[in-house]
């Protein structure tokens, strides 16, 4: 007999690359594909965000990925690793000379004189054959003279970039662009040194359409500069219009403190924060950022998170108080233990998760894609079926070549591929400003078809800190007419004081506030799982769950809340207390948001049902799931989606981890704990439900968007190419409804960030 062990296949490596050389959705198409063919890999690569994102097994080095991506003509390399720890600055001068200079983006800069002089010599191109009463003697000659360098040299990226693809035998937008331009320049070649068109005295009319002329007299010198510039001035808006859409994230990242005054026995010394090591003791002056997660061990202070939570309050601070990396230090002097440093911290955590999820395709972009990928074969063909068709049946030469090459320029696929990327990293920015990661695109499409809203009820509706809520006096047999509330409050309240457990210390509290100073105990003694017993004011006290009192021979009423805080004395059952979370003040402002949103809120706690009910009541919700065990969170979940409901979650704890993951939306209150934030959907980083409906509505925004986009994008080729196959179209038009239908694209995706 013999025994098999199956090995489990090991995790895959996760790499990210940056990729160079992309000028299209087409371009990021086939670096994928061919990603994507390697053994065991799953790769995605996001055009606006020029970044592919790889799991591979670790068989597959970093360096096959980086060769398969050059081998399609690209480049590639892995982002720079964080900055290793510095050494100690000796002076404040050291740390400051060590400090780094303001980035800059020379492709940006080389972009935009690529088109200013291609602008300034295609101008007077473009006017000469728009408008015949400036054509003198030999104007053609001037034109080609401005034309040329704009074609060369101007259109150089487009031709060296339609080579490349051509030698890995592919084509993209760079190949319809080189293709047309070049054939409208060798037109004009052809007509200026061959043809009529040289002659001095030739005059050219200029019509939107295809219309017909003698072919060795007509020259397209307008169309060969002006599309250039005008697809150069898309790329330069388009590329603009992107450093804006990342400028959410790119301002998180810089959010830190760039140095910290750390004590070093006892003396501040001002060092780069990269130095900071876990442990350390560092100064926050008033005005200062805090330089990484830390723990306050001296001072007390208001402390600003508005930048990294969106909370327009400042939030007090004090001695054994948590802070967060990033936040502004408003009024008094702290000194802070750091707990986490580097990538470690919550601001280099969120700044990841934004990454992420802006790396990340929805659903709908794949289909963007896989259309890109085929996209320019089709054109090429549909503009040679153009031509040929239009040979036949005119046997015009002129027009037929003008309608071919308005195919080839209008057919971009440009805003297909910004559609997606940009909305997404607008939307998920925006969201990060106000305290809100959205962790992919698929949560974006999760948003748009949840109708009912399940809430844990301690950390998300309640504080989770507990308050007297009510007393009740027993009458009859069970009381006397001594007993009111004051003295059942002032006797149960005295032996509570002694007690650390929270429901105790919630009782004292509101027996001194509604009593004033309450008697010291004779005796006291905890009943493990019970409650407390002693001796006050010359009365033997019972506090706590009925079974005490049952247990001790006494008498508990059968109208008793079984949840309540019995409380007796010298044998007698004298009332109860009721104990319950206090509910935040916004909740049932946050309720009535997700109600407009169409929601249904369900309240689901594993307290008891009246406790339940209670808060339901005061946020205003109606259905109630009351004393669930926290493994069975999730079976309520999975109940609510078989009456064929789709559900959003939203809790803090451990206890809800199970079922975030198990909704169809999970929403993680920031302020809890790891294990929820990790099983959710999106996070709300600050403890307000408000957030939650905000979040939301974001994403459905940013969702609308991405569709609006693809609409637009879609409809803009389906109806432009008929159109231009039709010769309705002259090819500089052409060019420039391509050009600015990428900018229509980006600046629809730019309004996301104005939502509020």
């Not at 002694?498 to 509101?510: C, D, K, M």
């Amino acid at each position: 007999m013999t025994s098999s062990v199956t090995e489990t296949p090991p995790h895959p490596t996760v790499t990210e690359l940056t990729i160079g050389g992309m000028t299209c959705a087409s371009c990021a198409a086939r670096v994928e594909k061919k990603l994507n063919r390697m053994d065991g890999v799953t790769a995605t690569v996001n055009y606006a965000t020029e970044k592919a994102r790889i799991e591979h097994p670790p068989a597959v080095g970093v360096d096959a990925l980086i060769a398969t991506v050059v081998k399609t003509g690209y480049t590639a390399e892995e982002p720079p690793p964080p900055p290793e720890p510095e050494p100690l600055a000796d002076t404040p001068a050291d740390a400051e000379a060590g400090a780094a200079t303001p980035a800059q983006d020379p492709e940006l800069d080389a972009l935009r004189q690529r088109l200013t002089v291609s602008a300034l010599l295609a101008a007077p191109v473009v006017l000469l054959a728009m408008v015949p009463a400036l054509q003198f003697d030999n104007w053609q000659w001037l034109s080609l003279t401005l034309a040329a360098p704009v074609v060369v040299w101007g259109g150089l990226p487009f031709h060296r970039a339609a080579w490349t693809n051509l030698r890995h035998g592919a084509a993209t937008m760079d190949t319809l662009v080189s293709i047309g331009t070049l054939a409208a320049f060798g037109w004009s070649l052809w007509a200026l040194f061959l043809g009529d068109a040289g002659m001095p005295g030739m005059r050219h009319d200029f019509d939107l359409t295809a219309d017909r002329h003698a072919a060795s007299s007509t020259v397209y010198l307008e169309v060969a500069a002006g599309v250039v510039t005008f697809i150069l001035l898309g790329r330069y808006l388009e590329a603009r219009a992107k450093r804006k859409a990342g400028a959410a994230l790119r301002a998180l990242m810089d959010l830190g403190a760039k140095d910290v005054a750390v004590l070093r026995r006892g003396t501040e010394v001002r060092i780069p924060v990269t130095s900071l090591r876990a442990g350390d003791r560092f100064v926050v002056r008033p005005g200062e950022k805090i330089a990484t997660d830390g723990t306050v061990t001296e001072g007390a202070s208001a402390v600003d998170a508005s930048l990294l939570t969106g909370e327009s309050l400042p939030l007090d601070a004090g001695v054994g108080d948590d802070v967060t990396g990033g936040c502004v230090n408003v009024s008094g002097r702290l000194v802070v233990r750091a707990t986490r440093v580097g990538a470690d911290t919550r601001l280099a955590h969120i700044a990841k998760l934004v990454e992420d999820a802006q790396n990340g395709k929805a659903r709908v972009q794949r289909l963007a894609d896989r259309i890109s990928a085929v996209f320019v074969p089709v054109v090429l063909l549909i503009a040679l079926a153009t031509l040929v068709t239009w040979l036949l049946v005119t046997d015009d030469p002129t027009a037929s070549f003008t309608a071919a090459v308005a195919v080839l320029i209008i057919a971009c696929p440009c805003a297909l591929g910004l559609a997606t990327p940009t909305a997404l990293m607008v939307g998920t920015g925006r969201g990060a400003q106000l305290g809100i990661l959205i962790k992919g695109p698929e949560v974006l499409e999760s948003t748009r078809r949840v109708d009912t809203i399940v809430l844990d009820k301690t950390g998300t509706v309640t504080t989770g800190r507990m308050r007297l809520a009510g007393v009740r006096v027993f009458g009859g047999k069970y009381g006397t007419d001594a007993t009111d509330e004051s003295e059942l409050l002032r006797l149960a309240g005295a032996l509570e004081h002694s007690s650390e457990h929270p429901v105790a210390r919630a009782v004292a509290a509101g027996a001194i506030e509604r009593c004033g100073e309450l008697p010291v105990p004779k005796t006291f003694e905890n009943v493990p799982g019970l409650g407390v017993r002693g001796s006050v004011d010359g009365h033997l006290v019972l506090v706590g769950r009925a079974a005490l009192l049952t247990a001790e021979g006494v008498d508990v009423p059968a109208g008793a809340e079984p949840g309540a805080v019995h409380v007796a004395w010298d044998g007698v059952a004298r009332g109860t207390l009721t104990v319950a979370d206090t509910v935040k003040d916004t909740s049932a402002e946050a309720v009535a948001r997700l109600r407009g949103l169409g929601l249904r809120p369900v309240l689901l706690t594993g307290d008891h049902k009246a406790v339940a009910e209670a808060v339901a009541a005061d946020v205003g919700i109606d259905e109630v799931i009351a004393e669930v065990l926290p493994e069975e969170k999730a079976e309520v979940i999975r109940r609510l989606q078989a009456e064929g409901r789709t559900v959003a979650m939203v809790g803090d704890g451990v206890n809800d981890a199970a079922a975030l993951a198990t909704a169809d939306l999970g929403l993680a209150m920031g302020t809890g704990t790891d294990a929820a934030i990790e099983a959710s959907d999106l996070t709300l980083v600050r403890g307000d439900l408000r957030v939650a409906a905000d979040a939301i509505r974001l994403s459905r925004r940013t969702l609308a968007t991405i569709k609006g986009n693809l609409g637009w994008a879609f409809g803009y080729n389906l109806a432009a190419l008929p159109l231009a196959a039709a010769g309705l179209l002259d090819p500089m038009i052409a060019g420039l409804a391509m050009a600015f239908s990428s900018v229509f694209v980006v600046s629809n995706s730019l309004r996301l960030r104005r939502f509020a």
